[in-house]
C-alpha cells in the first residue's frame, strides 16, 4: 500500500558531500515522523535523524553540523544533505516514516525503505 523509495547513495571521497532522498506513494493521508537511520557492517543500526510534520529536527550527535534532514510535504520525500563526509559516515542508509492511510486514518504504521548504500573512501 506504500513504498519508500531511496535514491544518492554513492561512493565519495572523505570530505564529500551526497544528498539522499526518499520519496513515499501511495494510499497515503498523513505523514507524521520521517528518519533517516543508517547500519554499517557489523554494526547495529542506529537513528541518524528525525524530522516531524512540524519540522522539529533531531539529529544523532556524530553528524550534528555535517548533516541536514530537511522535507517537501507535497511531493511525500524527505532528503538527507550529507556534507563533510568521513569513513565513519559509511553504511547503509534507510529512511523511515510513520504514515496514515487514507483507508484507516487514525492508525499509525511504520514503513522503511529498501537501503542505499553509501561509501567513503579516505
Known amino acids: 500500500q506504500v513504498q519508500l523509495v531511496e535514491s544518492g547513495g554513492d561512493l565519495v571521497q572523505a570530505g564529500g558531500s551526497l544528498r539522499l532522498s526518499c520519496a513515499a506513494s501511495?494510499?497515503?493521508?498523513?505523514?507524521?515522523?520521517m528518519r533517516w537511520h543508517r547500519q554499517a557492517p557489523g554494526k547495529q543500526r542506529e537513528l541518524v535523524a528525525t524530522?516531524?510534520?512540524?519540522?522539529?529536527?533531531t539529529y544523532t550527535d556524530s553528524v550534528k553540523g555535517r548533516f541536514t534532514i530537511s522535507r517537501d510535504n507535497a511531493k511525500n520525500t524527505v532528503y538527507l544533505q550529507m556534507n563533510s563526509l568521513k569513513p565513519e559516515d559509511t553504511a547503509v542508509y534507510y529512511c523511515?516514516?510513520?504514515?496514515?492511510?487514507?483507508?484507516?486514518?487514525?492508525?499509525?504504521?511504520?514503513?522503511w525503505g529498501q537501503g542505499t548504500q553509501v561509501t567513503v573512501s579516505s
Open positions: 524530522i516531524t510534520s512540524g519540522g522539529s529536527i
Open positions: 501511495g494510499n497515503i493521508f498523513r505523514i507524521n515522523d
Open positions: 523511515n516514516a510513520e504514515i496514515r492511510l487514507r483507508s484507516s486514518p487514525l492508525r499509525r504504521n511504520d514503513y
